[in-house]
């Protein structure tokens, strides 16, 4: 017999229904298997997964604190330095102190922008993590940390103007608008620390923790 007439006897003789009736149930047995499967996949890696993400913002956390704390200790060490610039007598020592104040807000200026790169990253964890504490906290943080930025940017543009200027009197007027905004860079620097910090232990899945933080 050919193959035609061999399949058209398998349709008339109703071996096909039949087939198929009997497929079917077994062919949504093993959706159904396979579904459940994989939902037990999810539901068993979802709190790993999101453990995995609260440590990734840790770290962020950590690393923003640490840079945000280096800006802050930059701007002391070139307290001295730019008050003296501010005020010498003489046109070459305050050249000198002006130039080791360029070398230590530009270490702070490279900390704080470290900082923001890191508080950015920080922002996309803390939406997955989905404690509001943590992403309030991360929030401020990364405004804090672009504060401490700017002010740094604005002190280190200051610092070089002074070292580029051709009189005693430019230098005293750049150094000045350098110690006002290293101040508030410290200053964000330090609340940003701050806020680093408590978003680090705010960030913990404990189920005591998690309904108060969302209540």
């Known amino acids: 017999m050919g193959f035609y007439p061999m399949v058209q006897n398998f349709l008339r003789e109703g071996r096909f229904l039949r087939?198929?009736?009997?497929?079917?149930?077994l062919m949504k047995r093993n959706l159904r298997f396979k579904s459940?499967?994989?939902?037990?996949?999810v539901l068993?890696?979802?709190?790993?997964f999101t453990e995995a993400q609260?440590?990734?913002?840790?770290?962020?956390?950590?690393s923003v604190k640490k840079y945000m704390t280096?800006?802050?200790?930059?701007?002391?060490?070139?307290?001295?330095?730019?008050?003296?610039?501010?005020?010498?007598a003489h046109f070459v020592a305050a050249r000198t102190d002006a130039r080791k104040v360029e070398v230590l807000i530009g270490k702070a200026l490279t900390a704080a922008d470290e900082a923001v790169s890191r508080a950015s990253e920080a922002q996309y964890y803390s939406e997955v993590c989905g404690i509001s504490e943590v992403q309030s906290h991360a929030i401020d943080a990364e405004r804090?940390?672009?504060?401490?930025?700017?002010?740094?940017?604005?002190?280190?543009?200051?610092a070089k103007k002074a070292n580029t200027a051709k009189n005693l009197g430019n230098i005293h007027y750049y150094m000045r608008k350098l110690q006002s905004a290293s101040q508030q860079a410290q200053r964000s620097a330090d609340?940003?620390?701050?806020?680093?910090?408590?978003?680090?232990?705010s960030c913990t899945h404990g189920d005591d923790h998690t309904m108060a933080s969302n209540r």
């Open 191 to 201: 609340n940003a620390a701050y806020a680093a910090a408590i978003a680090h232990v």
């Open 70 to 88: 280096e800006v802050s200790h930059q701007v002391d060490s070139l307290q001295t330095f730019a008050e003296s610039a501010a005020f010498a």
């Open 19 to 25: 087939l198929y009736n009997h497929l079917i149930p």
């Open 44 to 48: 068993l890696l979802a709190p790993i």
């Open 36 to 41: 459940g499967f994989q939902l037990a996949w």
């Open 54 to 62: 609260c440590e990734l913002f840790k770290s962020e956390m950590e």
């Open 144 to 158: 804090f940390t672009l504060d401490a930025r700017d002010f740094a940017a604005e002190a280190y543009d200051n």
